[in-house]
């Protein structure tokens, strides 16, 4: 690297002595793991050298491991130590998923000349506060756990994948900052970034959509619905075709969205609910064919007159083709909430619907940070049902009435609510769900923002007790078919644990290392003709794309 630290590469070579174009994995994962899989053995039987890196401070690679900041420069200095190489076309891709995925989209930010195309799984966007480590401004305890996990250079606990699927015993300690001591390890970094409670520069360094308008590399993005990082993937797109650098990388985007969770392609069925035999797709083949065109210059391979966008709508178990996104045709539509002052439980009376609110009674419940909304979660479930979480008082549930006829919902989807709380701050946690003629609650999608937040990642702007302020909410994005005979439901919570961090509901500077009391708060949901709460469904007429 440019300031003379030595990172670790292992080479799966053709058998042939020409150059060859290079396929690169960048993973702090350890590059042994990724050496036996069945797409690296194809990359390189189709004449790919695959080249798997370790990051720095990781594994066999020298130098201190600080996710995200050092792989800006890191990757660039790799693909371009790569394209010297006499073995090496001078053409390179990159390929993985996760914080590979991430690690490919910061070496794209600087623009190297021998980086023709990327291939990135599940990667998180590139705002650090808007999923990854920070979701809406409340903090995923995966990260924690992943910090935890990840040991100094090796792992510090055998299993990453499975770990980060199960409640820990140290995600009640509080505060967040004594996690760490409390799971029996220390993390440089996690201890870094409790310091850094807001949107400031140092958080700036971590991300990468800042440089989309320096970027030249046209990417397949590939998630999944229940993607844990699901976000990344439709943000990037969409970026990448608005401010991309070069007409190539504009028009190179390609966005796949499958019913599938945070390792892409692997099942049909996910907590019970199957989605047919076309869930699982050749994804595979069609990463070596985008690799041909762009690393190889195969034009007449299909690549480019395919859809740029291909959707798998749940419920309709269809997958919808498109060349952007959102799709065409998509209507933006109020759905608002009612209720007689009892929406509490989804055994309350709250209901949603397309009519406007008029004088109505309000909702309340009672968010205390000592006993938050327990909602296991696994990276591994999918659209788990809800009713566990949502049988309790201070989940507040709004339900429509049967349909009769279908609803397809496929787009960015975001909510509004109008509230007040007797807390300096506190969360706003919103889910929609299908509820099926069966009863079960299958969860589509979620949303989250910590209030102080309401204005901006910047700086945190505290409530005034018992006012009521409109709260902004973004609930990522949906792809549903709502069947006849089934309900739609928006659930509102001020926890999901241990998905997410506890809000302690307080006015301290930094909640992560704050060990004052924390503050139990009545919380107030007004949906009226002054104040109409309601989510925006993305409404698709007219049938599938």
Known sequence: MRDGVKLAMDLVRPDTEAPCPVVLVRTPYDKVLVRPGAQIEDLARRGYIVAMQDCRGRFNSDGNFDPYRQEHNDGFDTVEWIARQPWCTGSIGMIGGSYTAQT??????????????????????????????????????????????????SFQSPGLAGI??????????????????????????????????????????????????????????VTGWWDMNFLGAPRNFVGMQQHGATEGARKGQRLIIGPWEHWVNRTREMSGV???????????????????????????????????????????????????????????????????????THHGDGKVSFDLPRKEAHDTFVSDPMDPVSAPWSLHEGP???????????????????????????????????????????????????????????????????????????????????????????????????????????????SWFPRFDVNPQTAATDWMTDTSAPSVAKQVVLHDELHPSHIVLPIIQGGPA
């Not at 440089?188 to 850094?196: A, D, I, L, Q, Y």
């Not at 807390?423 to 989250?448: E, M, N, Q, T, Y």
Request: proline share 8%.
């Open 274 to 344: 199957d989605f047919g035999p076309t869930a699982i797709v050749d994804l595979m083949g069609y990463e070596l064919r985008f690799f041909d065109r762009w690393l190889k210059g195969k034009r007449d391979n299909g690549v480019d007159a395919d859809p740029r966008v291909h959707i798998f709508v749940l419920g309709a178990n269809q997958w919808w083709e498109a060349d952007e996104w959102p799709l065409p045709g998509m209507r933006p539509t109020p759905l608002y909430l009612h209720s007689d002052g009892a929406a509490n």
């Open 104 to 153: 490919q989209w910061f070496a794209a930010s600087q623009a190297p000349k021998g980086l023709k195309a990327i291939v990135p799984h599940c990667s998180p966007p590139g705002h650090p506060f808007m999923n990854e480590p920070f979701y809406g401004g409340t903090l995923l305890l995966a990260m924690v756990e992943w910090a935890v996990a990840m040991g100094r250079r």
């Open 164 to 221: 980060l699927t199960k409640f820990q015993p140290y995600f009640d300690a509080r505060p967040v900052a004594a996690m760490e001591t409390a799971g029996g390890t220390s993390s440089p970094f996690m201890e870094e970034w409790v310091k850094h409670p807001v949107f400031d520069e140092f958080w700036k360094a971590c991300g990468y959509e800042q440089f989309w308008s320096q970027m030249t590399v046209p990417a397949l993005n």
């Open 384 to 494: 788990v049902d809800d009713r566990p979480a949502s049988g309790r008082s201070d989940v507040l549930c709004y339900t429509s009435e049967p349909l009769k006829v279908a609803v397809d919902a496929v787009g960015p989807v975001s909510g509004t609510i109008f509230a007040s709380s007797t807390a300096a701050d506190c969360d706003w946690h919103l889910r929609i769900v299908d509820v099926h003629p069966d009863g079960s609650a299958r969860f589509i999608c979620h949303g989250a923002l910590r209030a102080r937040f309401r204005e901006g990642y910047e700086r945190s702007v505290f409530l005034k007790a018992g006012e009521v302020t409109r709260f902004d909410v973004d609930m990522t994005q949906m792809g549903a078919r709502f069947l006849p005979g089934h309900r739609i439901r928006v659930e509102i919570a001020s």
